[in-house]
């Protein structure tokens, strides 16, 4: 079994210690759902979409009405390419996926007036646009990290880099339910401190901040990242590294069971108990499909 462990890997022994034994184990077992490819589509759209816009932004010397117009000439030949590369690889989702489009061209137009704004504020208090682009817009897009020192390996979706030069870091969500969010506060909390940590190794620049931004309501749940909260995280991954090379952990009781019913792993957490490793693995789809639409888009 490899000896490093993800983000998310450690995030979930927070969550639930079983949780994060069954990810380690059985990575990507199920079967592919309509929620899953509806959030990788919007992860993909939604880095896209920032990373043109930051190269236009930076190309221009007067901030206009004419650019919005533009925002909407991206969004949708964005959406025009992601919906020709899901053909190739989602066709059973292509409904699904179609039907989303309205609601996620809605959306992404919202965000770039809300973007558009900011930097219009910003460049009238007196930064240059250059300035005001790189706080506004991600600095470092599907940032991957590669942690020697602590044995971690991930992505975060997004990058910011303040004024102050400091980083932010971000996740990007799907959840359609606030609480389905709030349930996996915890977890999402730590998953950003693993990114903080692996940031701060990675560039050498301070990361107190973490951010989770909610794709469906646009809406952003910042956190405090504490130097404490960094220690804390590398004690958790050196336990939860102890918990996926041992047996598999008991489920939750008590009133930390509610989780289970908005765990994404239920079913095969809920059926382990009845069938052996061998029947689990045959069933198990090992399909990376973080991997595979990465591969889509380059």
């Known amino acids: 079994m490899k000896d490093y462990m993800t983000p998310t890997g450690i995030a979930s022994f ?3 210690p079983r949780l994060c034994y069954l990810n380690k184990v059985f990575p990507y077992s199920g079967k592919k759902t309509e929620q899953t490819i ?19 932004f930076s190309n221009v010397n007067r901030l206009t009405e004419k650019e919005l117009d533009l925002n909407k000439d ?15 690889n989602y066709p059973h989702f292509l409904d699904t996926l179609t039907n989303n489009l309205p609601s996620l061209r809605w959306r992404l137009s919202i965000l770039d007036e809300l973007r558009f704004k900011k ?3 910003m460049v009238n208090a007196g930064m240059s646009i250059k300035d005001a682009v790189d706080v506004v817009l991600p600095w470092d897009i599907e940032t991957w990290f590669s942690s020697s020192k602590y044995n971690i390996r991930g992505r975060a979706d997004s990058i910011y880099k303040t004024m102050d030069n400091t980083l932010i870091v971000e996740d990007i969500k799907s959840h359609t339910k606030r609480l389905d969010a709030f349930i996996h506060r915890d977890e999402h909390k730590a998953q950003l401190t693993v990114y903080a940590v692996c940031a701060e190794e990675k560039y050498g ?20 990242i504490s130097e404490d909260d960094k220690f804390n995280i590398i004690e958790i991954k ?20 509610i989780k289970c019913k908005f765990c994404y792993k239920r079913e095969l957490c809920f059926g382990i108990d009845r069938r052996t490793d061998d029947e689990i693995r045959d069933e198990a789809s090992y399909e990376s499909l973080e991997v595979e639409v990465k591969n889509s888009w380059r």
């Open 14 to 16: 927070v969550y639930c």
């Open 38 to 56: 509806l959030g990788l589509f919007e992860h993909d759209v939604l880095a896209k979409l920032s990373e043109l816009s930051k190269i236009d």
């Open 74 to 88: 991206r969004i949708s030949r964005v959406l025009d390419f992601a919906m020709k590369i899901s053909k190739e």
């Open 119 to 121: 930097l219009v504020s």
């Open 205 to 224: 620049l301070p990361t107190n901040q973490g951010q989770i931004f909610y794709s469906q309501d646009l809406s952003t749940n910042s956190f405090h």
């Open 238 to 257: 050196k336990e939860a590294q102890r918990v996926t090379e041992s047996e598999i952990p008991p489920k939750l009781e008590g009133d930390k069971a």
